[in-house]
């Protein structure tokens, strides 16, 4: 799937484990602040993590892709029958411009077609981009002390407006 806006084309789709490398490096360049907003804390062995998710097959990483540039990365991994935890980070420099939001809307319908019925995101409170993004996929969001959880009903969800 791609979404052409003034000459910029962004591009979604699933990785392969053997493009895990590009995720490490997008890791890598990420600041502090959204390290600690993707991983709700401070966290490095980004190598070790990315080789876990990719080695379980039910799990699935998605790309946004601008200019053939991986500027964004959503996991999901495989809790459940019918359910997936997801992450996602968008680089520093790609944050605030939509690409989130189409890479969760994206992702959304690829795990819809697997199977999925229920996904789970968990944040921090003052993570105010993915509480948004929580709010416009209508995630059922509950905050108790330093941690929230949004929890999105796929069956309930449709994609479509965010994917035109």
Do not use: W
């Not at 959204?34 to 966290?43: P, V």
């Not at 990719?54 to 500027?71: H, I, Q, T, W």
């Not at 921090?124 to 949004?150: Q, V, W």
């Amino acid at each position: 799937m791609s979404v052409t806006k003034s000459l910029v084309k962004l591009e979604f789709r699933e990785l392969r484990s053997n493009e895990s490398k590009l995720v490490i490096e997008l890791y890598n360049s990420l600041s502090s602040e959204s390290i600690y907003h993707r991983f709700r804390g401070f966290f490095k062995d980004f190598e070790k993590y990315i080789k876990s998710v990719f080695s379980d097959p039910r799990n699935a990483v998605y790309g946004a892709f601008l200019n053939n540039e991986l500027v964004g990365v959503l996991e999901a991994v495989y809790l459940s029958d019918g359910c997936y935890e997801i992450a996602i980070v968008v680089k520093d420099n790609h944050q605030g411009k939509g690409i989130g939001t189409g890479l969760v809307a994206y992702a959304m319908n690829e795990l819809k077609k697997k199977g999925a019925k229920t996904l789970v995101a968990h944040t921090t409170p003052d993570n105010y981009r993915i509480l948004a993004i929580s709010r416009k996929f209508h995630g059922t969001i509950k905050c108790m002390y330093e941690e929230c959880t949004a929890v999105f009903n796929l069956q309930s969800i449709n994609v479509d407006q965010f994917l035109n």
